[in-house]
């Protein structure tokens, strides 16, 4: 899985407590710079990749996942769900020694989600990830994480590829992201409590700071804690779940920072058999996240 130039390695898939103490190390004055935590030189990176044994995919937590997302309870798993088996080899990438950027302050900047057909709850499954060298952006750098899972023919069940922004010295001359218009507001407003982003970092894994408590956000420049990128994206697509097909690719660019506790305003139209969406703040219209579905 990778590429010839791609290195991969072998992980179990799990993150925790453990992952984000070596995701924080890096940016730590003096310990950064220790052999086994300092990060490797951008220069060269010809890319990173993990893969973990065959995973079963649990009923138990499909069903929490669902909760915290706004799924309804099915015999398949949400159309983001298996995001999930995967977070724990992006974590393992994020804090190699030979990634060379600190998982903190890394930027989750877009995703985008093919699905191939309807993964079952029951399944044991196939998962790879790889992180691709950096791209140029106007703001920094760009690395690109792609998420392979198979069934155990080989066959691609769902993929997915996660960019994240490390701002620094840009690049003018860079392509521009993805060009996905601001849907208006059906109305739709959701009340997000203060506690959304521990519920939901127990479920992934993902116990990033910035999500967890106001203190922890406010140490990494935030005014109090946000919710995660890939919940955002889930929770719209659970408001269009029981309209979109089971191949379906579901694009997104994550534009401001949703504090919690919030609310945003949900909205999404309907074009040639495809969706756009947004999540908007109810007061200005201000884009948190914009997205758009496109059938197979």
């Known amino acids: 899985m990778g590429t010839a130039e791609t290195a991969v390695k ?15 190390l890096p940016s730590v004055p003096v310990v950064g710079s220790l052999p086994g935590v300092r990060k490797a030189s951008s220069e060269g990176f010809a890319g990173l990749g993990y ?3 065959p995973v079963t995919i649990e009923a138990e937590h499909v069903a929490a996942y669902a909760e915290v997302c706004g799924f309804p309870q099915k015999d398949t798993v949400p159309l ?4 999930m ?8 990438i994020m804090t190699d020694p030979a990634f060379p950027a600190p998982a903190i302050g890394t930027v989750h900047l877009e995703n985008s989600i093919t699905a191939h057909r309807s993964v079952r709850v029951g399944e ?16 920094g750098r760009v ?16 993929e997915s590829t996660s960019s994240y922004l490390r701002r620094g010295k840009g690049d003018d001359s860079a392509p521009a992201g993805l060009d996905i218009p601001v849907t208006a ?9 203060g506690d959304l982003g521990r519920r939901y970092g127990a479920v992934s894994g993902d116990l990033n700071p910035i999500h967890l408590y106001p203190l ?16 955002s994206l889930a929770r719209c697509v659970a408001a269009l779940e029981n309209r979109l097909p089971e191949a379906v690719t579901v694009d997104v660019a994550f534009k401001k920072p949703i504090l919690l506790p919030g609310k945003v305003a949900f909205g999404s139209e309907r074009y040639d058999g495809s969706y756009t969406f947004s999540l908007t703040d109810p007061r200005t219209g201000a884009p948190h996240l914009v997205g758009r579905t496109t059938a197979h």
Do not use: C
């Open 85 to 92: 088996l995967a977070f724990g080899l992006h974590m393992a």
């Open 51 to 53: 893969q973990r044994p």
């Open 80 to 83: 983001t769900y298996p995001h």
């Open 185 to 193: 507001s059906n109305g739709v407003v959701w009340n997000l409590p």
């Open 124 to 139: 044991t499954l196939a998962v790879a990830a790889r992180v691709e060298p950096q791209r140029p952006h106007a703001k």
């Open 10 to 24: 072998q992980h179990d898939g799990g993150a925790g407590l453990g992952s984000l103490l070596r995701a924080a």
């Open 216 to 231: 922890t956000a406010k140490a990494l420049g935030f005014p109090r804690q946000i919710a995660h990128g890939m919940w």
């Open 143 to 158: 690395f690109d994480f792609v998420t392979t899972i198979t069934d155990p023919d080989g066959a691609p069940v769902w």
